[in-house]
């Protein structure tokens, strides 16, 4: 099969639109190159899959030829751990069949109600903002990220994190920037340099630990229960230190913190953006939401409601095609391979982009246009399956998929029932910031709009 790239002349010569913006770069190697690219860098031999059934190939009909030793991963193992999301292997499928029961079907429905007190905190706090300030004005990024993560600390590890969430947010973002900064810049001070950025690194770790420990012990004190901290708690308990030590234990809850709530955050940020650029979708979601929760001042929301508000979770899962948080997924190579008739050399590195393959002309018409309808059941029974993958693919599927897609549609409909919100610089185009999750450029300020 005949592949297509930039030399390595023409390569070294993107490199500054590389580190501008990775996930543009890729967007215009699909388009100029097509489906599968070529790089060669240095010794590493590099391949941009960008076809539903060479993204199946990797990650899910041969996922165990592949494994995780990349950059990517390997930077984000700073901060993590070997947790979940950058492990492979054996150890990989011990961790996620540890884990799984936590993430259980018939344990969805106890998200509802956190994520419902949660959005009612938020709304109140809101209410009082919209009242009492002459021009309301909020970063909708960093707000998603302190609702998202109060929702995740009561449902998932049943602890309350109400006083921590500034913290905890912030330290979230400290650490990310860092590694991606280094990932940038191959000239960055080594780890053990006590410049600024490695002592700010280093107290957000110290953070983020502190978190763990904090809750961990929260959770011996008052007793075991069917949560994620207990599910880890019991199994130590079961299995001794030396085969799940406290490391390890760590690693899976920073793992679950930081992509329990950047990921949704990120998403739901996104999708506030696209409505407001899009009024007359805007609109349909608040006839939706306003005909199932009334124009009441209650602020409840049943699972039998959630049901009857489909184009609020279509809206949600268009802008996650368009602005997928997880824009990047690699793989290494432990053998070769053969993918859509292209030889994959072992130790190759392997990239696919939901963000391309989201935008991919052949599976997405008029692929750059908001159209939540898009995922209406019937229109969906007609697209490539596998040409939407915000969550992955195979067997390293996101484990928190159906928690992320219940919190967002309960956070969307509860928020926008009482507001609407307007981009304060809507005159000026959002970049975007392809870190570890692809973020607005600068925050998202918007304007609070109270409905009435």
């Not at 004005?137 to 929702?151: G, K, P, T, Y």
């Not at 600024?196 to 012990?217: I, P």
């Amino acid at each position: 099969m005949t592949i297509h790239g930039p030399t390595p002349l023409e390569l070294l010569r993107q490199v500054p639109q590389i580190l501008h913006s990775p996930v543009k770069y890729l967007d215009y190697a699909t388009r100029t190159y097509g489906d599968m690219v070529y790089f060669r860098a240095g010794k590493v031999n590099a391949f941009l899959l960008n076809h539903p059934e060479a993204a199946l190939r990797v990650l899910r009909d041969h996922h165990s030829q592949y494994n995780k030793d990349t950059m990517q991963y390997n930077a984000l193992a700073r901060i993590t751990g070997r947790g979940l999301l950058t492990n492979s292997g054996e150890h990989w499928l011990q961790q996620r069949r540890l884990i799984q029961p936590a993430f259980a079907r018939q344990k969805l429905e106890a998200i509802e109600p956190f994520a419902v007190a949660a959005a009612n905190r938020t709304i109140q706090r809101w209410h009082r903002q919209a009242q009492t300030a002459v021009e309301p004005i909020i970063d909708m990024e960093h707000e998603m990220m302190l609702l998202s993560l109060d929702v995740l600390g009561n449902a998932l590890f049943g602890s309350d994190l109400s006083e921590q969430l500034t913290p905890l947010v912030e330290a979230t973002l400290t650490a990310l920037k860092h590694i991606m900064a280094g990932a940038k810049n191959p000239l960055q001070a080594p780890v053990w340099l006590p410049t600024a950025a490695n002592r700010r690194f280093e107290r957000s770790l110290h953070t983020l630990d502190m978190a763990v420990a904090a809750m961990l012990a929260e959770r011996l004190r008052k007793g075991l229960g069917e949560d994620l901290l207990s599910v880890l708690i019991r199994a130590q308990q079961e299995r001794g230190k030396e085969d799940l030590p406290d490391r390890q234990v760590r690693d899976e809850i920073v793992t679950l913190l930081i992509a329990g709530h950047e990921t949704v955050a990120t998403a739901l940020t996104w999708s506030w953006y696209l409505l407001d650029a899009n009024s007359e979708k805007r609109n349909i979601l608040n006839e939706e939401v306003d005909s199932v929760l009334g124009k009441g001042i209650g602020f409840e929301l049943s699972h039998v409601q959630l049901e009857a508000l489909p184009y609020t979770l279509q809206v949600f899962q268009e802008a996650l095609r368009l602005y997928p948080p997880a824009w990047l997924i690699t793989r290494k190579a432990l053998q070769a391979d053969e993918v859509r008739g292209l030889a994959i050399p072992e130790k190759s590195l392997v990239i696919i982009s939901p963000y391309t393959m989201h935008r991919h002309p052949a599976f997405w018409p008029d692929a750059e246009r908001f159209e939540p309808q898009r995922f209406d059941p019937e229109r969906t029974r007609e697209q490539h399956k596998f040409a939407y993958i915000p969550f992955g693919v195979g067997p390293a599927l996101c484990i928190g998929k159906n928690f992320a897609l219940i919190e967002a549609q309960i956070i969307l409909a509860m928020l926008s029932r009482h507001f609407s919100f307007e981009r304060v610089y809507a005159a000026s185009p959002v970049e975007m910031d392809a870190l570890v999750t692809l973020r607005p450029r600068d925050g998202m300020p918007m304007r609070l709009v109270a409905r009435s």
